[in-house]
């Protein structure tokens, strides 16, 4: 219990100052970017899937990844979410999709799996972030600030 509260609090303690932590911009090779907490997302991690790099936490329960998709069907955010989540869709606790972009958050076992992507000309440029249920409210507000961070527009 002790350790599982300290590495709780290694990630925690960054988030909650997260409006004076210093932030960074992530980005791949095809030109998506995305801000985010530096002391929370320290280490390179493998890449991900679909192939982009990964940030994660020194703890390892946290996970940032960047990609680009090529579009070439030129898919809607709606065309999109509805086909890419179709065995995810009751687990959905959030989704929004607009003209531009589409985000969603589902819970994946004792993850929060969050993902937005903006759609811009043939390329769909995403980030997604995976983080322990249980910190759900310390991470509401540095998510929201990542996702509004996430270019282009």
């Known amino acids: 219990m002790v350790k599982s509260c300290a590495a709780a609090l290694a ?16 980005s791949d090779a095809r030109g998506t970017s995305v801000g985010y907490p530096r002391e929370v997302f320290s280490l390179a991690g493998p890449s991900g899937e679909p192939p982009g790099p990964t940030l994660q936490s020194s703890d390892g329960r946290a996970r940032l990844h960047v990609f680009t998709l ?5 898919a809607s955010p709606a065309e999109f979410i509805a086909r890419a989540v179709t ?19 589902a819970a994946e076992g004792e993850l929060i799996l969050y993902r937005r992507c903006n759609f811009v000309g043939g390329s769909i440029h995403c980030f997604d972030v995976r983080y322990p249920r249980g910190d759900k409210r310390a991470w509401d507000g540095p ?11």
């Open 87 to 105: 065995d995810k869709r009751e687990r959905l606790s959030y989704k929004r999709v607009t003209r531009r972009f589409m985000v969603f958050s």
């Open 143 to 153: 998510v929201t600030r990542m996702s509004f961070s996430l270019s282009p527009r």
């Open 11 to 26: 990630v925690l303690l960054p988030l909650c100052a997260s409006a004076h932590a210093e932030w960074a911009s992530f």
């Open 70 to 74: 090529a579009n070439e069907r030129r």
